[in-house]
């Protein structure tokens, strides 16, 4: 459960969050030292202080990945066009999609 917590907690906060539109500035550099945080915090709450509070030992990794990943992402964020026309372009269908979809397939085989 510990290593889990190590490693799952701390990874899932940019994997779930940079999912989200408000949290597009967030950068890989966010990603990876929330994560490097995330890490840290858990070996100094497992091993340096020894703890065995099993709420300590995952929620304290987690919150330290959270407040990480979105405090790098106020102040240095990483905000690029071609990312921004990705996301974009998510949203919206074009029309040759539409065609494509539309034409009837022969059967295989």
Do not use: H, Q
């Not at 969050?17 to 915090?41: D, E, H, K, Q, Y």
């Not at 202080?49 to 790098?72: E, F, K, Q, R």
């Amino acid at each position: 459960m510990d290593l889990v917590a190590a490693t799952m907690g701390p990874i899932s906060i940019p994997l779930m969050l940079g999912l989200l539109p408000w949290f597009r500035r967030c950068g890989t550099r966010a990603a990876i030292a929330s994560w490097a945080a995330g890490l840290i915090v858990w070996a100094i709450v497992k091993w340096g202080i020894g703890s065995t509070d099993t709420t300590l030992v995952v929620a304290l990794p987690l919150a330290t990945s959270l407040v990480v990943y979105v405090g790098l992402g106020l102040l240095l964020p990483e905000r690029r066009a071609d990312v921004d026309d990705l996301l974009g372009s998510l949203n919206t269908d074009s029309v040759e999609t539409d065609e494509v979809t539309a034409r009837p397939t022969a059967a295989v085989g």
